[in-house]
């Protein structure tokens, strides 16, 4: 069993960053795709970044592409997202998500199989 925790959410304002880390516990972090995801008040949770398992491929969400970065560290079996140029419609719940090593770029929540139990972040002025 993979268990999952995020850190890093809090209370920032419009245009500042936060980092958001991921720890991975019960089973190495290298044998997983790993995923972040969000979860605005009264919205769907929707994807945000993935990353292989070695951290040669990842894919973002177009509207955090050019403002976000997902990395993973398997040393210390965490995964991170740095979070830039932050704006007030990336106020949501941050999720974590583990799922199968896989040859494709997964987007969608069924591929993963762990999930952390989310930290907030709230963008404010």
């Known amino acids: 069993q993979v268990q999952l925790v995020e850190s890093g959410g809090g209370l920032v304002q419009p245009g500042g960053s936060l980092r958001l880390s991921c720890t991975v516990s019960?089973?190495?972090?290298?044998?997983?795709?790993m995923g972040w995801f969000r979860q605005a008040p009264g919205m769907d949770r929707e994807f945000v970044a993935t990353?292989?398992?070695?951290?040669?491929?990842?894919y973002l969400t177009g509207s955090v592409k050019h403002r976000f970065t997902i990395g993973r560290d398997n040393v210390k079996n965490m995964v991170y997202l740095q979070m830039n140029a932050l704006r007030p419609e990336d106020t949501a719940v941050y999720y974590c998500?583990?799922?199968?090593?896989?040859?494709?770029?997964?987007?969608?929540?069924?591929?993963?199989?762990?999930w952390g139990q989310g930290t907030q972040v709230t963008v404010s002025a």
């Open positions: 998500a583990a799922g199968p090593p896989r040859s494709v770029i997964v987007a969608i929540e069924g591929g993963y199989e762990y």
């Open positions: 019960g089973r190495p972090s290298a044998n997983y795709t």
């Open positions: 990353i292989n398992w070695s951290g040669s491929n990842t």
